[in-house]
T-cell receptor
Framework: GAVVSQHPSRVICKSGTSVKIECRSL??????MFWYRQFPKQSLMLMAT?????????EQGVEKDKFLINHASLTLSTLTVTSAHPEDSSFYIC??????????????FGPGTRLTVT | AQTVTQSQPEMSVQEAETVTLSCTYD???????LFWYKQPPSRQMILVIR??????QNATENRFSVNFQKAAKSFSLKISDSQLGDTAMYFC????????FGAGTRLTVKP
């Protein structure tokens, strides 16, 4: 149980275009979803937290107009990288939590999406 | 802000031997959760073990166990009978509303 999927697993886009990454909880309802960014050989950096039906909370230094997050249902959150640039190339990982944010316990991680901007 | 420190960027161990990965954290909170995650080359994050801060007993999951020292804010992971499949990046994580990860330790199990 507690499986999280991400789509696509890999995406290549041209500079200036937008790309959407989907994160789905397959067998549970996720009240909270998280988006992370991971540079090569580095740790995961939390970008934002999203709760179903409300606006995402972004970490300091993350541009909310560039990284649009939508959590439209209890099983789906999307991250849209707008006007992508080569420096946005990275590995993006989502995770989902079963419990409300204030009682966060374990997060279940998706397999990640490798974004390459040319 | 909570910080998590993993002071060993790389470790290696012979197959079947035991290795301990260190982790310290800084927080003023009393209730929180600690985790060790494994990230193999596939980059899928896999939960290895978790510990609730209010529990004094150290968590154990088969070959994996932790040494949780709350006063010292230390949370080390011991892997017994290391296997080749244990080769991966290991991340220590602190969770109290938001998950914060350490920089990771790259573990290589040598045959």
């Amino acid at each position: 149980g507690a499986v999280v999927s991400q789509h696509p697993s890999r995406v290549i886009c041209k500079s200036g275009t937008s790309v959407k990454i989907e994160c789905r909880s397959l067998d549970f309802q996720a009240t909270t979803m998280f988006w992370y960014r991971q540079f090569p050989k580095q740790s995961l950096m939390l970008m934002a937290t999203s709760n179903e039906g409300s606006k995402a909370t972004y970490e300091q230094g993350v541009e909310k107009d560039k990284f649009l997050i939508n959590h439209a249902s209890l099983t789906l959150s999307t991250l849209t990288v707008t006007s992508a640039h080569p420096e946005d190339s990275s590995f993006y990982i989502c995770s989902a939590s079963l419990l409300p944010r204030h009682a966060s316990y374990e997060q279940y991680f998706g397999p990640g999406t490798r974004l390459t901007v040319t | 802000a909570q910080t998590v420190t993993q002071s060993q960027p790389e470790m290696s161990v012979q197959e079947a031997e035991t290795v301990t990965l260190s982790c310290t954290y800084d927080t003023s909170e009393n209730n929180y959760y600690l985790f060790w995650y494994k990230q193999p080359p596939s980059r899928q994050m896999i939960l290895v073990i978790r510990q609730e801060a209010y529990k004094q007993q150290n968590a154990t999951e088969n070959r994996f166990s932790v040494n949780f020292q709350k006063a010292a804010k230390s949370f080390s992971l011991k892997i017994s009978d290391s296997q080749l499949g244990d080769t991966a990046m290991y991340f220590c994580a602190f969770n109290n509303n938001d998950m914060r990860f350490g920089a990771g330790t790259r573990l290589t199990v040598k045959p």
